[in-house]
């Protein structure tokens, strides 16, 4: 058993919950038929429902006022690239803006500390942001949404030697380009 192993079979339980959660959900409405067949002009302009809000969904404005939606980083322990469970909550919620904005798109920028060679924290910043990228498309989201980058060691938010600055530093920043 390898280490993917867990995190796969976490993955696959939530795609099997949410299948059946859509199945279950579905509703067959009987069709009637048209009592009048001459077509009415009530006068009034159809709107595409793309474009119409739906009660309960994410506006672009969410982002700076929902206090779940502000959250765009997430941290991680040393040498590690699985997310934390307290950062569950908050993919959650930037999954549903991504469901409900789907021209959105969220960059993840993945990042590490100072310590470990250059290649090394690349490939660490690389996992920590596709470990993002998974829970928010377990959660509902679009991976077409998503890209990953890593800036491994190369974009540190404090340049310290020390534990508190090298845990500021091993995160994944979500970064929207498209709301």
């Known amino acids: 058993m390898n280490a993917q192993t867990p995190r796969i079979a976490r993955f696959l339980v939530l795609a099997v919950l949410a299948s059946a959660v859509a199945v279950g959900c579905s509703k067959k409405v009987k069709e009637t038929p048209p009592t009048d067949t001459a077509p009415v002009d009530s006068g009034a302009t159809t709107t595409p429902i793309a474009d119409t809000p739906r009660p309960g969904a994410y506006s672009p404005a969410d982002l700076d006022t929902d206090a779940c939606l502000r959250n765009?980083?997430?941290y991680f322990d040393l040498d590690q690239d699985a997310l934390k469970p307290e950062f569950q909550a908050a993919m959650a919620c930037h999954a549903k803006y991504l469901r409900d904005r789907p021209s959105a798109r969220l960059r993840l920028e993945g990042n590490a500390d100072e310590r470990g060679s250059r290649e090394y924290?690349?490939?660490?910043?690389?996992?920590?942001?596709n470990a993002v990228s998974s829970a928010l498309q377990a959660s509902g989201g679009s991976g077409s949404q998503l890209t990953v980058v890593?800036?491994?060691?190369?974009?540190?938010?404090?340049?310290?030697?020390?534990?508190?600055c090298w845990s500021q530093n091993r995160r994944v920043e979500l970064v929207y380009s498209a709301k």
Request: charge should be negative; include cysteine.
């Open 121 to 129: 924290n690349l490939g660490l910043g690389e996992r920590r942001a």
């Open 150 to 164: 890593s800036y491994g060691e190369e974009r540190p938010v404090c340049n310290e030697s020390g534990e508190s």
């Open 72 to 74: 765009r980083v997430v």
